[in-house]
């Protein structure tokens, strides 16, 4: 017994520090996404429904984030005097051919690796709006059928769509 | 000017929905006539647009803010990918006519006739109506794939709107499930784009496909196979494909008419469109067939679809929920003919082409369903009885839909099954033939039901039923009945439409076929 637990706890710290930890921030998105889908089916109350829905949604705006984020790198925005002190060996003093002949000789010579990748970025920008517009739909819709309905809890709703005990509005 | 028309056609819907919402809530009466403009503006647009590539035989391309491949700004090329390009091909020019189309004639639709109540919602409506059009011909002119999802969303958040507004609880639940379910699909084709961007680091489709043709490594990685079933997946939730159709009959069944008249000829129609353009040009015929070969299980999945469809439409009694049902057979005709694996891609045109000739078909029996509904208060099928008589001429536009649906010569809906048919005999796929076939003999079955009750009825209609009666009026109750020339004057136009595509469909498809021969490798 003691060895089967023994061999039990190897392979799960094997598993984590071979596959789980080279990629991480797929595991902890996949997980995410996965407790947002669970929340989705299992849950009744259709407020814990859209909870779910959240935490589904922002699992993949984790994921796109992590697609642009490099070791080392700093934020995509141009700078002189990091760019300067960061790796003055690399570096090298920029020709005006290289800057599309714009140079004044003040520039350096970029270097991608050190900037993150800022699309997926701002691509989430645009996901995070559409997810809140979504949200607010959803609440909005969540609040009509609470008025109609009186309650909250799918199964009730779906018993009183049987009975036909809800606000006509006819 | 010309070249621009390809962005006017977006945007035009989109500021219409802002004067909407802007002058609307002071008068009601400025709501038509700026929602009628801009959507006449995006007609002219699709329609020059189509002219253009019908003439010249080339892509129309416009890039926003123009940022275009190949243009030099401060010494650099800018390379594809870098704006947002919107084109229209021989693919999508059509759909663009079709959602144009149908749009407007549903706009015309929905006026409502003087003195009724419920005019505190005009001006909602029609700006949501407006954000509709916009997503809807946004994600089919678009060639970026993140853009594709801005604009699908677009158009699915207007859509539960439209069904959320109406006066029956029932449908708030359903546009709440549709909110749910619609999510989840468009969040599995964001992560799908996710995976390919992160193997190919670009989001432009030409872009994608080029990288996947180039490089075996991207071609044959896990990464691409991902993406491409999470993005079919989020395609098959937002249309309806057969395993998920949950959310589809409730939601078209219990929202307002003039909502579920655009709603369901267009939403899954043009999901279609967007699985087939992922197909064809972001990861080409030649991955998705080869590399990828689950043309198998998807046609026989789009055959259980068919079929689950017609024996769930024969089950129902309640009109639209019946229609609905009909819709999710569609959809497997469509998803089940790009599937089709045979050589000179006759499945895949037939899809094509049965996207535009099932808009019309759907259009024309919702159209006629719904000013049955608010005349007649039809909702059930026994409410039809002798509804022949009393409203001849809305009858006539619901048999020409009828007929498309059934798969009659002259109309298109023979022509779409003649060629998906085609497509299914050259591939080896008999079951898919012969679930075609069995569907349009439940089609049949299920509108001459109709017809019968329609026409014979068990009661007479009161009054004496001699045929010479239209031409008197003579019965004021029975005038009354018939619908004002706002619902009959759209509905015949679909219902001549119809006629129309069919009659044209060798040039139709030649257009059509013109995309499938350049992109997909196929023969021309």
């Known amino acids: ?170 | 000017m010309i070249d621009q028309l390809p962005v006017i056609c977006v945007l035009s819907p989109l500021f219409g929905a802002l004067f909407v919402a802007l002058f609307g809530s002071r008068s009601h009466s400025a709501c038509f006539p700026i929602a009628i403009v801009s959507l006449v503006i995006s007609l002219i647009c699709a329609i020059g647009c189509t002219q253009q590539v019908f003439t010249t035989g080339q892509a129309m391309d416009y890039f926003v803010g123009g940022w275009g491949a190949g243009k030099v700004v401060e010494g650099v090329e800018i390379p594809l990918g870098f704006g947002i390009q919107l084109r229209v091909d021989h693919l999508n020019a059509l759909v663009l006519c079709i959602i144009g189309i149908a749009v407007l004639l549903v706009s015309i639709f929905a006026i409502r006739p003087q003195g009724e109540k419920d005019t505190e919602k005009t001006h909602y409506f029609y700006s949501l109506f407006l954000m509709l059009a916009c997503g809807l011909f946004g994600q089919t002119i678009t060639r970026d794939a993140f853009n594709l999802f801005v604009l699908v969303e677009v158009s699915s958040l207007a859509s539960y709107g439209l069904i959320a507004m109406g006066s029956s609880p029932r449908g708030t639940v359903a546009a709440f499930n549709y909110i749910i379910m619609g999510t989840v699909g468009a969040s599995f084709y964001l992560l799908g784009v996710g995976y390919l961007y992160l193997k190919t680091g670009t989001l432009n489709m030409d872009g994608i496909r080029q990288v996947i043709e180039l490089s075996p490594d991207v071609a044959d990685s896990r990464s691409v196979m991902v993406a491409f079933i999470l993005i079919m997946l989020g395609m098959w939730i937002k249309m309806a494909f057969f395993p998920l159709y949950g959310w589809l009959p409730n939601a078209y069944s219990y929202c307002p008419s003039s909502a579920g008249a655009v709603l369901a000829p267009l939403m899954t129609k043009v999901s279609v469109y967007v699985m087939i353009r992922m197909m064809i040009t972001v990861f080409g015929l030649e991955w998705v067939f080869e590399s990828f070969d689950w043309s198998a299980l998807i046609v026989w999945l789009a055959v259980i679809a068919i079929f689950a469809g017609s024996v769930f439409a024969l089950a129902q009694n309640e009109l639209k929920k019946m229609l609905c049902y009909l819709i999710v057979a569609e959809v497997g005709y469509m998803v089940g003919g790009a599937w089709l694996a045979d050589a000179d891609r006759w499945g895949l045109t037939g899809a094509i082409y049965h996207i535009l000739a099932d808009a019309l078909m759907t259009l024309c029996l919702f159209l006629a369903v719904a000013t049955f509904a608010k005349r007649a208060g039809v909702i059930k099928l026994d409410d039809l009885d002798g509804l022949f008589k009393k409203m001849p001429l809305t009858m006539v536009g619901f048999i020409v839909g009828a007929l498309a649906m059934i798969g009659v010569p002259p109309t298109c809906g023979f022509f779409s099954k003649f060629y998906l048919i085609r497509g299914g005999i050259e591939s080896g796929r008999w079951e898919f033939v012969i679930a075609l076939l069995v569907s349009s003999l439940v089609n049949a079955i299920l509108f001459f039901r109709i017809f019968e009750i329609a026409y014979f009825g068990s009661s007479p209609p009161e009054g004496h039923g001699h045929h010479d009666d239209e031409e008197h009026g003579e019965t004021t109750a029975r005038r009354g009945l018939e619908a004002p020339l706002t619902s009959l004057v759209p509905l015949w136009i679909t219902a001549a439409l119809i006629i129309g595509l069919g009659l044209m469909n060798g040039q139709v498809v030649e257009f059509i076929r013109k995309t499938v021969g350049l992109l997909g490798g196929g023969a021309a």
């Open chain 1, 1 to 170: 017994m003691v060895d089967f637990i023994e061999i039990f706890v190897e392979r799960v710290v094997h598993f984590i520090e071979n596959v789980v930890q080279p990629h991480f921030n797929y595991w902890s998105y996949v997980v995410l996404m996965m407790i947002g889908l669970w929340g989705l089916i299992a849950k009744r109350n259709l407020i814990k429904k859209l909870i779910g829905l959240s935490i589904f949604q922002t699992a993949i705006i984790l994921f796109y984030v992590s697609l642009g984020v490099k070791a080392d790198a700093t934020i995509p925005v141009f700078d002189y005097e990091a760019e300067k002190s960061k790796s003055a060996a690399v570096v090298l003093p920029a020709e005006p051919s290289e800057m599309g002949g714009k140079s004044d000789g003040k520039y350096k010579k970029i270097d991608p690796d050190h900037y993150a990748n800022p699309l997926p970025h701002v691509l989430m920008l645009t996901a995070i709006v559409v997810g809140v517009a979504t949200l607010g739909v959803a609440l909005a819709v969540a609040q009509s059928i609470f008025k109609d309905f009186g309650t909250l809890e799918e199964h009730e709703i779906l018993e009183k769509i049987k009975t036909g005990d809800y606000v006509k509005h006819d």
